[in-house]
């Protein structure tokens, strides 16, 4: 186990630090204490490493995340696993605004709540929230899943193109272009699967799913103004 | 961006530390915007007198007799003590507004920071850290006080523009964002008589304020109703001589972040704003809900509720 205090020796030798580690690095579990809502902490990691973060954090913490397990105990800033590629970070409390934003791949858990923009433009991560979410959440979402343990709120999967979103709560009012769909047996096992993955215990058949309505792929006269 | 923070005392005992606290909070958030800085402290109130926080750019000549030209014009007698540029005018009790509005046929060259009871705003340009030890905030002491660093977007970087700005009786504001209907609702306030000194969108903001209460809104009211009537992004924090309040409008994109302990409400634009607080390792932290007025006062010490829109 490494354990960097990140107000006695910086961000930048943290990260560059973490940035060192190759694939079959035999430093591969991290301590980072006295985080102090830092920014980009633990940022474009790429390998197999397990990093621990103690306390909270600021802006893009786990950012463009390849392949590390990044988990804070505490709660995030905005921007949290912004375009991670694949791993799996963990946020044990809250995550402010687009939490997850632009994600091509990998799994990003929040244990309690997330707040606007959940999920903006996800381009294949999963995103599994145990808490609620806040409006605008996978605005523009092009792939993966946005699984709400808890209730979202307006807006919900905004101008949606493809994406899998999940609420088990409800839905404050759902986004143009997005709509209620059916429940069928293989969205239940993915379902299933994340919630696993994600340390929930919520049932699947608990949720309802929703996604685009395909309507907005085209340019129609009717929609402009 | 813009950096803004508050402290809301419920316990007594972290009252001589407030000008600490908050200084220290604010020098956190120096990169959020280095332009120029401000504090808005709410003091111990005096029940004999009344306060009006004044500026000059030479203060060494502007202030020389203005105390006795006030006292004269008010029919009192005024006291003046200097704080660098600024200075805190003595009145007597419930005259700060006639001060304020006298101040400007007396003394053109001297700007009225704040009128009141118990609020004194300091402001001006240049880092959080050289702004609050030119003023010495951290010895001050008080019940409440907001902070903020500024990097302008709307208008010039002059003491004028730094926040916080008054907007009434024992009244502050403090903006983080950017209006944009700033300009047709600065000629419609000015069209109604509202006095508005710059090309600043948080200024006009602050007048919408003043103007709505005015009017007969409470301040909660007049909150509300800037979710309605302003455009653009901001996140407003709020002081008046008893109470504390935030509002973020519906996009919320500007950052914000709040923490409640039995001794205190806190406001960061970030985290790391809170993150010396006493006792914040137990606090209830959360992030302030889009569209909706939170506010605190000392009426309701052991229970302060949030009010929603």
New interface residues.
Partial sequence: MQTYDLQANGLRDLNAALHAQAADTNQTSWEIVNPRGSHAVAVGLDAPIEVSVKGSTGYYTAGMNKQATVHVHGSAGPGVAENIMSGTVVIEGDASQYAGATGHGGLLVIKGNASSRCGISMKGVDIVVHGNVGHMSAFMAQSGNLVVCGDAGDALGDSIYEARLFVRGSVKSLGADCIEKEMRPEHIEILRDLLERAGSDAKPEEFKRYGSARQLYNFKVDNAY | MCGIVGLFLKDKALEPQLGALLTDMLITMTDRGPDSAGIAIYGAEDTSASKLTVQAEDPETAFDGLAEKLGAALGGTVSLARNDTHAVLSLPAGKAEEARTLLREIAPDVRAMSFGDTLEIYKEVGLPKDVAARFGISDMSGTHGIGHTRMATESAVTTLGAHPFNTGLDQCLVHNGSLSNHNSLRRKLQREGIHIETQNDTEVGAAYLTWKMQNGATLGEALEASLEDLDGFFNFVVGTKDGFGVVRD?I??K?A?MAETDQYVAFGS??????NLPGIETAR???P??ATVYFWTHDQADTPKKKAA
């Fill in positions: 519906p919320a994109c950052p972040v970030e985290y790391r704003a809170l993150v932290v959360w992030e809900e889009p």
